[in-house]
């Protein structure tokens, strides 16, 4: 067997960024977009301080979370470890960009030209439109080592079978070769010097290694970075606010889960009153308005199809089969009052709000998703917004206040199971770790899951048992506080994981220092 590996010698890495450059002419990126770019990272305080240049881009996981996620199997790992893209599966949902803990992936919607306006010559040449509107990444040239190899070149070796960034290095800090060959360079490199992986407590596998200290083979495993809150100069290393999933994601979050909790509420309801069937079509519309928002979204929307090509491993094509069938039953409920169906209806709403739930535990790139905690929390939140939408058409459209009432019990205790499952998730992600920011946006605000807004929930809820006046308006609250809990989930919070150093490496007669994780805090 073949793995392909890129070792980089932080003492010997100068931060020119000819990789990044070499990196552009190959593969014809679009301005703004860098596959591999090269991080300068100081840690320490004066007179202790230490620096080093780290280069990063697509890590070719042993175990890449992008192909987990990929809806499309768009996403796919060759035999000799290189993930790839296939441009024409791809439907731009930008799963993988939130999976992906190294900041890898891109999705460029329009065409750009470097100066603006109409694009030069050399620009208009080499572009590729099957890359607008669907993911991008590294692929470490896999074209050029394809060809070497068939040509009798060996890659690592040979400059025209090894990747641009690896054969333009003028410091001889980038090394390319086979780690299943134990006479490779990388082989003896990483045998004979200490070295990391970035973020490798995440169980990724990267395929690509830092050596920190030269000489001996490592003897113990790293010490975890520190954290450092807010680090001086490391901006751009620092965790930033995703931006592949907006508004339109979090409204897919927020229709979506109400509306698979109203119609679990309204068909158990069902059984021992008239069936409310408005409240049912209302969840219908709120799931179909959620997934409307999602095809909005993507970069390539009239492929939309494809998105169910792999229920095997993504969340978001059992998402989408879930929703099918949810539909599906629904209606032949509503029609036919049948309770059957609208019991198997709710059945697979729930599933829907289950991988929903999984969609963000999956995605290990955005920190505030990924805690386990996530899935009872979202899975509590869409029932209590559902209830809480129930009572409120109880009362409206339904039989009066009688049945409203009659639900009540059962949104006292979802909301405070919804409270305790925001303890348990919050509490986790504290002792964890997060970034910084991540913590300051889901704490913001009235209208959070804290234990105040949640108080004056249970508070009006326990008073509309004599006044039910009170009703509507403690089940709207529930209801605010749980969209505006996803709603920051998703476009506040979300922070990605931002690159971390295990160890900052001994450069030229000095000695190796502790890493740092920029942006992160314990809370």
């Given at each position: 067997?073949t793995r392909w590996a890129i070792v980089a ?502 000695m190796s220092s502790p890493g740092i994780k ?6």
């Amino acid at each position: 067997m073949t793995r392909w590996a890129i070792v980089a010698d932080l003492n010997l890495c100068v931060g020119c960024q000819t990789c990044t450059a070499a990196c552009k002419h190959a593969n014809a990126t679009a301005p703004g977009v860098q596959w591999r770019k090269v991080l300068d990272f100081e840690a320490g305080v004066y007179p202790d301080v230490a620096r080093a240049f780290i280069p990063v881009g697509c890590m070719h996981c042993e175990d890449p979370p992008c192909l987990d996620v990929c809806p499309t199997t768009a996403t796919r790992k060759r035999d000799d470890g290189i993930v790839t893209i296939d441009y024409d599966l791809c439907i731009g949902c930008a799963y993988c960009a939130v999976a992906c803990p190294y900041q890898a992936r891109t999705r460029v919607d329009h065409r750009v030209a470097a100066y603006g306006g109409k694009a030069m010559r050399p620009e208009a040449l080499r572009e590729d439109p099957k890359r607008i509107g669907v993911a991008q990444k590294c692929t470490f040239c896999a074209g050029r080592i394809d060809f070497g190899r068939d040509n009798g070149l060996t890659p690592g070796i040979d400059p025209d079978a090894t990747p641009a960034c690896v054969s333009s290095c003028i410091a001889s800090a980038l090394h390319f070769g086979d780690l299943d060959d134990p006479d490779s360079t990388v082989s003896a490199l990483l045998a004979g010097n200490r070295h990391f992986r970035m973020h490798e407590d995440l169980g990724t596998g990267p395929g690509f290694y830092y050596l920190w200290e030269r000489g001996g083979a490592d003897s113990a495993p790293l010490a975890p970075a520190p954290m450092v809150a807010e680090p001086a100069g490391l901006a751009a290393a620092s965790p930033e606010l995703q931006k592949s999933w907006d508004w339109r994601a979090a409204i897919n979050f927020i229709a979506g889960g109400t509306g698979a909790g109203l119609f679990a509420a309204t068909a158990l309801a069902g059984l021992f009153a008239p069936f409310l069937w408005p409240a049912a079509v209302v969840a219908l519309a709120l799931v179909a308005a959620g997934l409307f928002f999602v095809w909005l979204e993507i970069g390539r929307p009239w492929r939309f199809i494809n998105v169910y090509f792999h229920v095997r491993r993504s969340w978001m094509t059992r998402e989408a089969l879930a929703a099918l069938a949810f539909f599906g039953f629904g209606a032949a409920g509503i029609w036919f009052l049948s309770p059957a169906a609208w019991l198997s209806a709710a059945a697979f709403g729930l599933v829907f709000l289950y991988c929903q739930a999984m969609i963000l535990r999956a995605a290990k790139g955005i920190p505030a998703w990924r805690q386990a905690g996530i899935v009872p929390l979202i899975i509590a939140t869409g029932l209590v917004e559902g209830v809480a939408l129930f009572a409120i058409l109880a009362v409206f459209v339904g039989s009066g206040p009688s049945m409203a009432r009659g639900v009540l019990p059962v949104l006292i205790a979802l909301v405070a199971a919804r409270y305790g499952a925001w303890r348990r998730y919050r509490g986790a992600l504290g002792r964890d770790g997060a970034p910084v920011h991540a913590f300051k946006a889901l704490d913001r605000g009235l209208l959070t899951l804290c234990a105040p807004a949640q108080l004056a929930i249970l508070a009006l809820l326990a008073v509309a048992f004599v006044a039910p006046v009170f009703l509507s308006a403690g089940a709207a609250l529930a209801l605010a506080t749980g969209w505006f809990f996803k709603f920051t989930l998703i476009t506040r919070a979300a922070f990605n994981q931002g690159y971390g150093v295990a160890r900052m490496p001994a450069r030229g007669a000095g000695m190796s220092s502790p890493g740092i994780k920029p942006g992160w805090m314990v809370s």
